[in-house]
């Protein structure tokens, strides 16, 4: 056959760029274009995550032989479903090389841009069509410096000062850490469901997400299995293996229906009683932000605590907790993220502040229980603002996702309304909210329209000023 004039050949790559498809389909899948999969177009991470593709749930398998140390190996199964054609499958991961990938079972082309923290998998999935596609590695667990905070992001590593086994590891994944020890689709928007089991040496604790459903004993390992059966953010999967003592409590009826949720926390040996104390008081904090919120989302909550020093991180029925961070108002503020942000989830990183405003709002709702006046607490949030500064609520950079505009700012807009609307109808909004009314998915912009439709234009209007104005508008 005669060759293709050269606009007819440029006329078939265009539609087939259009198409996403290679124009040439015996070109091996080293010389196609890497750029053929488009990002979910986060405001500010733009290289996160595949747009249109819809990671339903994630098998994972970690392998830890020797605790405190960045080595683990992984084997994870996820159930991909595209909402449009896609001419590949595109998962964040900056962990160790993939060595094995499977599409439904059978060999498939793969390429892995560690640099670029893309693994690519050489496959189309047509719209409304689902996939499973199984992965392994083995290696080092990869490293991402945290936006603000001196510490890196992702799989922690705890070393054993005494060298007797002691060693311990955990995911720290806000906002884009999951990402160094596991491929996934690594954007909030995406939630999905985890089936997590964990391999340790005997004797090393192994907990995650969800519900604890098996546990295997062999001479060399232990293996435990979590089922976390309600969608989470990537960011908010729990995994933390090493010396942890579990503590069991009696269940609180705070889920759907007054269902009973199980109880039960982590210490590592020896942790003082001081620490522990905030702790007895999760069934209580569980009552009081249950009777604002609505039933609580998972069927089962507790906290770990750690020795590192880092944040507090709202993991999903499992809040991790620093030893610094123990006190009964961090562990209020995680408590009400099972809520907002691993019940109801980002669109956009930019929309942090819904996160971040929520939970630090329950912090005074846990002030008004406790017989104290919430004044002084919006009064101090209100000056905090006025000495550092402040800003729109919307982030514009990732410097300023955990800042004071987006907690307390963001904690201040909610009081504004509840001072315009009431305490009734204030109660009603923030259930409907916090039981996913306004979406599973929420943006800024949602927000403000739920605001309008339930409580009406003039909150909708003062909310809007609380969001967009530069300047802090006046004390509510
Ligand atoms: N969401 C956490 C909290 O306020 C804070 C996480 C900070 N994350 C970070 N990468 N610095 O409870
Ligand atoms: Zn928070």
Do not use: C
Request: hydrophobic content about 40%.
């Amino acid at each position: 056959a005669a060759r293709p004039s050269r606009r007819a050949r440029r006329g078939r790559w265009l539609l087939a760029g259009a198409l996403l498809l290679p124009a040439a389909a015996q070109s091996p899948p080293a010389a196609e274009p890497a750029t053929r999969d488009r990002p979910v177009g986060d405001t500010l991470y733009p290289t996160l995550g595949q747009a249109d593709l819809d990671a339903r749930h994630y098998d994972v398998h970690l392998t830890v032989t020797q605790p405190g140390t960045r080595a683990l190996s992984g084997e994870v199964t996820v159930t991909l479903r595209a909402t449009r054609d896609l001419p590949l499958i595109s998962l964040d991961f900056l962990g160790p090389p993939v060595t094995f990938a499977r599409w439904d079972g059978q060999p498939v082309p793969y390429r892995q841009d560690r640099p670029g923290g893309k693994l690519r998998i050489l496959r189309a999935l047509p719209a409304g069509q689902q996939a499973s596609v199984t992965l392994r590695y083995a290696g080092v667990a990869g490293l991402l410096p945290d936006p603000v905070f001196p510490f890196t992001l992702g799989w922690q590593a705890v070393p054993d000062p005494l060298k007797v086994g002691g060693g311990a590891n955990f995911a720290f994944g806000e906002p884009d850490g999951t990402r160094t020890f596991l491929p996934v689709n690594d954007h909030p928007s995406d939630p999905a469901t985890f089936t997590v089991t964990l391999t340790v040496p005997p004797g090393t604790a192994a907990v995650a997400s969800g519900e604890r459903v098996r546990v295997t004993d062999t001479p060399g390992a232990h293996t435990v299995t979590f089922e976390q059966t309600r969608p989470i953010p990537t960011y908010a999967l729990a995994v933390h293996l090493g010396p942890l003592e579990e503590q069991g409590s009696p269940a609180v009826p705070v889920g759907e229906g007054g269902a009973a949720v199980a109880r039960r926390d982590y210490f590592p040996p020896g942790t003082p009683g001081a620490v522990r104390a905030p702790y007895r008081r999760t069934g209580e904090i569980l009552g009081v932000l249950s009777d604002w919120f609505g039933p609580f989302p998972f069927a089962t909550y507790g906290s770990v605590v750690v020795t590192a020093h880092l944040p507090a991180l709202e993991t999903a029925t499992l809040s991790t907790m620093p030893v610094a961070s123990s006190s009964d108002r961090v562990l209020v503020h995680e408590t009400a993220h099972q809520w907002f942000g691993n019940s109801v989830t980002l669109r956009d990183w930019s929309d942090v502040w819904l996160n971040e405003g929520f939970a630090t709002y329950a912090e005074l709702l846990w002030h008004e229980h406790l017989g104290q006046d919430p004044r002084p607490l919006a009064e101090a949030w209100y000056a905090t603002l006025q000495r550092r500064g402040t800003r729109p609520l919307v982030a514009t950079d990732a410097t300023e996702l955990f800042d004071s505009s987006a907690y307390q700012r963001g904690a201040l807009a909610l009081h504004a309304l509840r001072r315009q609307v009431g305490d009734p109808a204030f109660r009603r909004f923030l259930r409907a909210y916090a039981q996913g009314q306004a979406g599973p998915v929420v943006g800024t912009d949602d927000l403000l329209a739920f605001v309008r439709r339930t409580l009406g234009d003039p909150a909708g209007d003062t909310l809007q000023r609380w969001i967009r104005q530069p300047l802090l508008p006046p004390a509510p």
